[in-house]
């Protein structure tokens, strides 16, 4: 009896990403069908452990312009749907879907982000203007409190004298013993 390995999907209008998580895979077999039929099937292991995957997709799909990429970690799979349209699940079967099979967040992109999804890991600010957030020494700036250019920012003689002033007071204030004091 086969094992089923971890398998991950995501969508876009046009497409599947199927990944099927199976390292070090040997013998792979792998099969699309036109109505919707995907089938994967591999061996894995030091004991050669048969897996295998068997799914019924929700709608058809174009082979011709699907394909696949083995590398040592994962199988994976750029499905072609047959139309542009987003589906409301990955297998045709209703409710609960296979504990095998997962989303994959790393590409899930909602629908009504597709247009604007960036096409790998990069940071996409959208529509951000960052000129916009004050950050160029505008009115709202972080450093607002610093002095202009030329103008000096130096104490004066007098409030030199009144800091030192205020911390003498504070230590003819304070025990010249280093002994706790005792209340009596």
Known sequence: MSRHPAVKWAQ?????????????????????????????SATAGADNVPYEVELDLFDKIDVDESKSSNTSRNICYLVKKAEDKWWSRLVKQEGKPPKFLKVDWDKWVDEDEQDSAPAGPDMDFGDNDFSQLNMDGGPGDFDADAPEEGEDDSDTEEELEEENHEHSESQAATPASTEPETKA
Do not use: W
């Open 12 to 40: 876009r209008s046009d497409k599947l990403f199927i990944t099927v998580e199976l390292p070090d895979a040997k013998n792979v077999k792998q099969k699309l069908k036109p109505e919707g039929e995907f089938f994967f």
